[in-house]
């Protein structure tokens, strides 16, 4: 009787010992696995065209997280290899991947649908303008953009000297140093600033000019286009290019210039300009057309590099049929 009561007991000692195992056991490797998805790897999926050919919408891919995923990110740029990386361009933004075209003290443009870094063209960052029309210099900065200076530690940058793309890229810069940067905008008529104007009929945005979204406020094509809308009701037009009918906004002002104007700040401050501290990149989309990058939002620190897409594990595309095919040619392969 004895006996059976010790072998009963040991049995359920040798049960919950195997029990307390088996969960430390699972407790190590679940742990492992999380810090390895935190702060080594992880897998994403592909969500936009900016990056075709060489990744897909639908592309699963392995991501190889900071700060092992380049050089990059411990400040030592380099440009020559094109590195595509995992990039936040601004705060409460979202990720997108894009690819290294230059770096801090760089000068960029774009000329007729060839990018240029420091007067020398670039063969990856080329718009095919034999197949495809170039869009008119004052329409987009995809195909046509002024020279601009990738910014650099120790510079200065004082916004009253910038052009209107400059002072948004200044700010979006300023932004990724600053969280509490924020840009006001204002309309000017004649001499007099008017705060509360309000925008209507605008395609890309209608209502008060000083709470414009930071997704539009970070981006210099929507000021420009603004601008351009501004000038068309300047000359009397009713209609802003976009075929929505644009309409006279003016009111009262009616006949009198409008341009846009510039404040900004650094919490409740109004600041003149900043000294750059940080290291930053310029980011272009292998699709041309598709890509919206740093031609739109302007630099982006080296800081704000989440890491780098090394393979495509797998690949789910759906075709002009509407039809979501597995892409079997998209299994392990690597991001060049």
């Not at 998805?37 to 969500?47: A, E, G, Q, T, Y």
């Not at 800081?303 to 095919?325: C, S």
């Amino acid at each position: 009787m004895r006996l059976r009561f010790l072998d009963g007991l040991k049995d359920r000692l040798d049960m919950r010992l195997a029990l307390y195992t088996g969960a430390r056991q699972f407790a190590i490797i679940f742990a492992a696995g999380l810090l390895i998805k935190l702060f080594v790897c992880d897998s994403v999926k592909m969500d936009g065209s900016q990056m075709e050919p060489a990744l897909l919408q639908g592309d699963r891919m392995l991501i190889l997280k900071a700060p092992y995923a380049t050089p990059i990110i411990n400040g030592i740029f380099s440009h020559e290899n094109k590195q595509a990386v995992v990039a936040l361009p601004a705060p409460a933004g979202t990720k997108t991947i894009l690819r290294v075209a230059a770096v801090s003290g760089d000068t960029v443009s774009v000329d007729n649908g060839q990018f240029y870094r420091n007067r020398y063209a670039s063969e990856r960052f080329r718009k095919d303008t034999v197949s495809l029309d170039v869009i008119a210099a004052e329409y987009s900065p995809a195909d046509f953009m002024a020279p601009y200076r990738v910014p650099a530690p120790k510079d200065y940058i004082a916004f009253g000297e910038l052009t209107l793309r400059d002072l948004i890229f200044a700010y979006s810069a300023l932004r990724q140093e600053k969280s509490n940067a924020r840009i006001k905008a204002f309309a000017m008529i004649g001499d007099s600033i008017i705060e509360n104007y309000r925008i209507e009929n605008f395609s890309f945005y209608s209502g008060p000019i000083d709470s414009i979204p930071d997704e539009l406020a970070l981006n210099w094509f929507f000021w420009d286009r603004l601008q351009g809308y501004l000038n068309i009701l300047n000359s009397g037009g009713g209609d802003d290019g976009d075929g929505d009918g644009g309409g006279n906004a003016i009111g009262n002002w009616s006949g009198e210039r409008v341009q846009l104007a510039f404040s900004v700040f650094k919490g409740k401050k109004e600041i003149a300009g900043f000294k750059v501290k940080k290291r930053y990149m310029f980011l272009m989309g292998d699709n041309w057309t598709g890509a919206k990058d740093s031609r739109y939002f302007g630099p982006v620190a080296s800081g704000r590099v989440r890491g780098r897409p090394v393979m495509t594990l797998w690949g789910w595309h759906t075709g002009e049929d509407g039809k979501t095919r597995f892409g079997g040619g998209r299994i392990f392969k690597f991001v060049r």
